[in-house]
């Protein structure tokens, strides 16, 4: 660990001597850094986005005069 990783770090809590505060601050990154974040595991709705696409589609459309033509799969 670097000086520079620990410079903004919050003080030394009593009862810690700052060499395990460090290490516990570097600890707690680490784990961070491991777990993924907590919303990584939400959707957003797919039909809100497919909502919200059609209605930009239709809008650009509309605004450049061009007929609508959905891509069929």
Same mark, same amino acid.
């Given at each position: 660990?670097? #000086?520079?990783? %620990?410079? *903004?770090? !919050?003080? !030394?809590? %009593? =009862? #810690?001597?700052? !060499?395990? #505060?460090?290490?516990?601050?570097a600890?707690?990154? /680490?784990? *961070? +850094?491991?777990?993924?974040?907590?919303?990584?595991? @939400?959707?957003?709705? +797919? =039909? $809100? @986005?497919?909502?919200?696409?059609?209605?930009?589609?239709?809008?650009?459309?509309?605004?450049? =005069? %061009?007929? =609508? +033509?959905?891509? /069929? $799969?």
């Amino acid at each position: 660990m670097k #000086w520079e990783d %620990v410079s *903004e770090r !919050t003080p !030394t809590p %009593v =009862g #810690w001597s700052d !060499t395990d #505060w460090i290490k516990h601050i570097a600890d707690q990154r /680490k784990h *961070e +850094q491991e777990q993924p974040h907590p919303m990584s595991c @939400l959707h957003i709705n +797919q =039909g $809100s @986005l497919d909502a919200a696409a059609d209605a930009y589609e239709a809008e650009y459309n509309k605004a450049h =005069g %061009v007929e =609508g +033509q959905r891509w /069929k $799969s």
